[in-house]
C-alpha cells in the first residue's frame, strides 16, 4: 500500500510564485489535513476536510487554500509564496473516527521560497 | 480551544537511563483523544499510541509506557532502559472529536530526546 503520498518533496519559490502540493492517500480515509512544521513551533494545522465537498480551517490558514474535490486527494494550494511560507509541510489522513484508526502521515514537502 | 503544552524543549539522557516526556492538555470537550508521535532523525512521523478519554489505564508496551490523568490533565510519556535508536523528536496531540469523528487535531511543540551512548 502507497498510504499518503506527497509530492513534491522538495521545491524552492521566487516570491510571489504560486504552486500547489499534491497529497494522495489510498486508504479510504474521509479525514485529511494539512499541517505545516517550524523550528519550535511543533506540528500547526493549515487546513482540514472531513470527506469530499468539505473542508475549514485550521490555526494558520492565511495564504493557503484547499478543495476536495474527491475522497483521495488534497492538494493545498499557494497562491503568492512568501518567505514565512518556508517551511516543511505534512499532509495526514485518517478514518473520520478517532475510535478507528490513527493519522497517518506523509513523507513531508521541504518548501523554500526566496 | 484545545492547547497540547510539551514544556520539555530538549532532553538528553545517557544510554539505559529512564526518561518521562510530559504533556499537557486543555480541552472543553468530554470525549477527546491523545496521541503521540514520534519523529526520527529521517523526519517520518510515526505513531505510537492512541487513547481516549474514557480510558485511564496506563498502558506498556515494551520499554514505552502511558500514564493517562484526567485530573490533572496529563498524558506522559515514559521510555524505560533508553536506547540511541529513541533519539527523535516526539510530539503529543489532541483531538477533540465532535459528533463522534474527527476534528481538529492539535499538536505540541515537541520534545527534542538526545539519548547519549
Known amino acids: 500500500n502507497a498510504g499518503v503520498t506527497q509530492t513534491p518533496k522538495f521545491q524552492v519559490l521566487k516570491t510571489g510564485q504560486s504552486m500547489t502540493l499534491q497529497c494522495a492517500q489510498d486508504m479510504n480515509h474521509e479525514y485529511m489535513s494539512w499541517y505545516r512544521q517550524d523550528p519550535g513551533m511543533g506540528l500547526r494545522l493549515i487546513h482540514y476536510?472531513?470527506?469530499?465537498?468539505?473542508?475549514d480551517q485550521g490555526e494558520v490558514p492565511n495564504g493557503y487554500n484547499v478543495s476536495r474535490s474527491t475522497t483521495e486527494d488534497f492538494p493545498l494550494r499557494l497562491l503568492s509564496a512568501a518567505p514565512s511560507q518556508t517551511s516543511v509541510y505534512f499532509c495526514?489522513?485518517?478514518?473520520?473516527?478517532?475510535?478507528?484508526?490513527?493519522?497517518?502521515f506523509g513523507e513531508g514537502s521541504r518548501l523554500t521560497v526566496l | 480551544a484545545q492547547k497540547v503544552t510539551q514544556a520539555q524543549t530538549e532532553i538528553s539522557v545517557v544510554e539505559k537511563e529512564d526518561v518521562t516526556l510530559d504533556c499537557v492538555y486543555e480541552?472543553?470537550?468530554?470525549?477527546?483523544?491523545l496521541f503521540w508521535y514520534k519523529q526520527p532523525p529521517s523526519g517520518e512521523l510515526v505513531f505510537l499510541i492512541r487513547?481516549?478519554?474514557?480510558?485511564?489505564q496506563n498502558e506498556i508496551s515494551g520499554r514505552y509506557s502511558w500514564n493517562f490523568q484526567k485530573s490533572t490533565s496529563s498524558f506522559n510519556f515514559t521510555i524505560t532502559a533508553s536506547q540511541v535508536v529513541d533519539s527523535a523528536v516526539y510530539f503529543c496531540?489532541?483531538?477533540?472529536?465532535?459528533?463522534?469523528?474527527?476534528?481538529?487535531?492539535?499538536f505540541g511543540t515537541g520534545t527534542k530526546l538526545q539519548v547519549i551512548p
Open positions: 480541552t472543553r470537550d468530554t470525549t477527546y483523544y
Open positions: 487513547r481516549n478519554s474514557f480510558d485511564e
Open positions: 496531540a489532541l483531538s477533540e472529536a465532535n459528533s463522534g469523528g474527527y476534528q481538529k487535531v492539535t
Open positions: 495526514a489522513s485518517s478514518p473520520l473516527s478517532p475510535q478507528a484508526g490513527e493519522l497517518f
Open positions: 476536510s472531513v470527506g469530499a465537498g468539505i473542508t
